[in-house]
């Protein structure tokens, strides 16, 4: 019987084809063993129709008026009521038994429904198994020990302590306005909040002195609702953050992790101090930052990076490596494959495993956006190097080529 080509396909839905190519069209559709060429065409047609609702009915509009103009025998369009009473071809008797003129399109559907129904089936479970991109996800734990999910709450107020309310804006920030605060209350400065991102969440929030704080997955920072009117403005790190400082020459900002501190006066920079992960990472983008350490204290300058790992090492770096998470990206540049998977396994929170331990020190370079499904981001990487990798549940295996 032969196949329908894509151009005679298209050809038809644009009311373009003659008699006889219409009559080939449906002669084709009706033969048992085509079915699935059907399938293909319309559903690679729906795909690349912007208008995809009003498509279909464009479909059967077309189809049922060339359907009438090849029939010129009968004086009226097809019904189920109406006996057929002449000998038609064999496709239009088929069709004639099956359904009226208003549902023919609905009709050749019908003829691949088990067919599509399971494609369909198909479709899904690949959907169900991929796995999402993380979002603005976190906890907001307050001085009394209340916890607020931030991502399951309206925007608006949230809370109010000690005069200082704290609101979520409409883009998804937490913001501490003071206007409202009495400097002469005791219990400032022992007032803590924290805000921690689960893996596969980040969040953004405008201390209570105005800096900007960007939380990475599987994060947290600690800090007072009021910072002290004298020393040093304090807060406490886990993971990763990206910090826009507010200047204030009187009062450092200074931030503390398990293994260094940060100090400042007004700049922005990025720390990166995972518990799992073998050195902890300070990268300066403006300004200027002193890290110390137990045993060693070092200023570094824009564009530099220290590692602290025991001794404090300083290096020239691409800022916007460091800081690519931020903005929605990864970014690994030439960066060893288990450093660049434990990025990947926080933002979608799942599990990486290795054939090979070895591998763990293959270099990668790849440049790709953060907010893709992880099998887009899987095959890009399938597409670089001779490394492969599997999605299996919610693991990411990683093998070599053979």
């Known amino acids: 019987m032969g196949e329908i080509p894509d151009d005679l396909f298209k050809r038809l839905i644009n009311d373009e084809c003659s008699e006889e190519e219409v009559a080939r069209i449906v002669a084709i559709l009706a ?37 009438s103009a090849i029939i010129k025998e009968e004086e009226q369009p097809l019904n189920l009521s109406l006996p ?20 023919l399109l609905s009709f050749l559907f019908v003829l691949n429904q088990k067919k599509m129904a399971s494609r369909q089936k198909a479709a899904a479970k690949v959907l169900a198994a991929d796995i999402t991109p993380g979002k603005n996800d976190a906890v907001l734990t307050l001085a009394d020990g209340k916890e607020i999910l931030l991502s399951a709450i309206a925007n608006g107020k949230l809370a109010e302590q000690s005069g200082i309310r704290i609101t979520k804006t409409a883009d998804g920030k937490i913001v501490y306005d003071l206007a409202g605060f009495k400097s002469d209350d005791p219990r400032s400065s022992l007032l803590f909040n924290t805000i921690s991102t689960p893996r596969g969440g980040q969040y953004q929030v405008i201390l209570p002195d105005g800096t900007n704080v960007w939380l990475n997955s599987a994060s947290a920072i600690k800090f007072p609702m009021v910072f002290a009117a004298t ?7 886990t993971g ?22 940060v100090e400042v006066l007004g700049t922005h920079f990025d720390i990166s101090s995972y518990a799992e992960d073998p050195t902890a990472k300070t990268t300066l983008l403006e300004g200027s930052v002193r890290i110390t350490t137990p045993h060693q204290s070092i200023l570094i300058k824009p564009g530099q990076q220290a590692e602290v790992s025991g001794a404090i090492v300083v290096s020239d770096v691409d800022t916007e490596t460091a800081v690519a998470w931020k903005n929605g990206f990864f970014r690994f540049d030439d960066e060893e494959l288990g450093n660049a998977m434990a990025k990947v396994a926080r933002w979608y929170d799942l599990q990486v495993e290795y054939s090979d331990a070895a591998l763990k020190q293959e270099q990668i370079a790849a440049y ?29 295996r990683i093998s070599r080529r053979k």
């Open 84 to 103: 057929v009473k002449r000998i038609v071809p064999k496709w239009y008797r088929y069709v004639a038994v099956a359904a009226s003129a208003t549902v």
């Open 240 to 261: 990763e953050a990206y910090f826009e400082v507010t200047k204030d020459k009187k009062r450092p900002f200074v931030v503390t992790t398990p293994t260094q501190s």
């Open 31 to 67: 033969d048992a063993d085509q079915h699935s060429v059907y399938d293909d065409l319309i559903l690679a047609q729906l795909t690349q129709k912007a208008d995809l609702e009003a498509f279909p009915e464009k479909v059967r509009s077309t189809l049922n008026t060339r359907f």
């Open 368 to 396: 790709t956006t953060r907010f893709a499904n992880v099998s887009e981001l899987l095959k890009r990487l399938n597409q670089i190097g001779n490394i492969r990798y599997d999605l299996e549940g919610r693991t990411i």
């Open 231 to 237: 020393g040093s403005r304090k807060v406490n790190l």
